[in-house]
């Protein structure tokens, strides 16, 4: 069975730009969810989306924003980008409300 | 969420016990407790979750306090592969089930 499949897995944009990030999740799990991890905030919960509806939402700017689509995958969008963005991006597939999350790679943004 | 402290790191001596503890003093009767690992590079990495019994699996056994204000995770022989960040989380029913509430974790260091 294949994992959690994150694409790119390195990335470096330029302040102002906005980016797009995608996660496939493990076949037959319907929860995606995001996180961003950097030195100073750790892991933290961006938001998760089920059956193509964002379930859950972290505290974090508009500019991150997601969707999932109806085979399970999911994106999500930074607009405008800031050096604070730079961090690890973490998507996580579940199959059910408190079975364990598979994580992905992770995708390195790096904004300079 | 009900809140998680753990130490900020531990060391270990390879194929030697580790007992890696894990106080959750206003964990509701709902809530799972589910512990994470992540090796330096990668994704978090689920090891084992409980309600209330102990638990074992592959990788580790989770002990449950009675009262479930506290748990720990044992690993029963130390592999230098099990150098990592461990987290303990607390997961249950409800509005917030897709989080996972990241902590700072433990770091476990293993010694040759």
């Known amino acids: 069975k294949a994992g959690v499949t994150q694409t790119p897995r390195y990335l470096i944009k330029t302040r102002g730009q906005q980016v797009t990030l995608s996660c496939s999740p493990i076949?037959?799990?319907?929860?995606v969810s995001w996180y961003q991890q950097t030195p100073g905030q750790g892991l933290q919960f961006l938001f998760e989306?089920?059956?193509?509806?964002?379930?859950n939402k972290g505290n974090f700017p508009g500019r991150f924003s997601g969707r999932q689509f109806s085979n399970s995958r999911s994106e999500m969008n930074v607009s405008t980008l800031e050096l604070g963005d730079s961090a690890l991006y973490l998507c996580?597939?579940?199959?059910?409300?408190?079975?364990?999350?598979?994580f992905g790679q992770g995708t390195r943004l790096t904004v300079v | 969420d009900a809140k998680t402290t753990q130490p900020n790191s531990m060391e270990s001596n390879e194929e030697e016990p580790v007992h890696l503890p894990c106080n959750h003093s206003?964990?509701?009767?709902?809530?799972?407790i589910h512990w994470y690992r992540q090796l330096p590079s990668q994704g978090p990495e689920y090891v084992i979750h409980g309600l209330t019994s102990n638990v074992n699996n592959r990788m580790a056994s989770l002990a449950i306090a009675e009262d479930r204000k506290s748990s720990t995770l044992i690993l029963h022989r130390a592999t230098l592969r099990d150098a990592a960040v461990y987290y303990c989380?607390?997961?249950?029913?409800?509005?917030?089930?897709?989080?996972?509430?990241f902590g700072k974790g433990t770091k476990l260091s293993v010694k040759p």
């Open positions: 989380i607390l997961r249950g029913y409800g509005g917030s089930q897709g989080n996972l509430i």
């Open positions: 996580a597939s579940r199959a059910g409300v408190v079975t364990e999350a598979f």
């Open positions: 989306y089920f059956s193509e509806t964002q379930r």
């Open positions: 206003t964990i509701s009767g709902t809530d799972y």
């Open positions: 076949s037959g799990h319907r929860s």
